[in-house]
């Protein structure tokens, strides 16, 4: 089956810092795109950021300057680097390997992790 696989979840203050890592699924030979997504209880789905294979970026409104999202091609692998998170940045983060990603006008493959849960409390 095609699944990424996320890591990197955790409990942290706010103002504090966490960085995501996820492996997209060894079965495929190449990627166009990776993606972060979240879902918090009671509220929608939503993209976190994305990024093609060749670099190019999205972003929430909401996690502009302060989350940046990396890609590395060799490994099919992304990360989020979250700074600066707030309690309502609490929510189960979700990889997608081929994501759809309205502001591009792409229509992926989407492919999801699993999730890793991230908790920004006092």
């Known amino acids: 089956q095609v699944q990424p696989v996320e890591s990197g979840g955790g409990s942290v203050q706010p103002g504090g810092s966490l960085r995501l890592s996820c492996v997209a699924s060894g079965t495929r030979r190449s990627i166009n795109a990776m993606g972060w997504f979240r879902q918090a209880p009671g509220r929608q789905r939503e993209l976190v950021a994305a990024?093609?294979?060749?670099?190019?970026?999205v972003y929430a409104d909401s996690v502009k300057g302060r989350f940046t999202i990396f890609i590395d091609n060799t490994k099919s692998m992304t990360d989020l680097q979250m700074e600066n998170l707030k309690p309502e940045d609490t929510a189960v983060y979700y990889c997608?390997?081929?994501?759809?990603?309205?502001?591009?006008?792409?229509?992926?493959?989407?492919?999801w992790g699993k999730g890793t849960q991230v908790t920004v409390s006092s």
């Open positions: 997608n390997e081929e994501p759809t990603v309205p502001a591009w006008g792409y229509f992926g493959l989407d492919y």
């Open positions: 990024i093609t294979s060749s670099g190019t970026t």
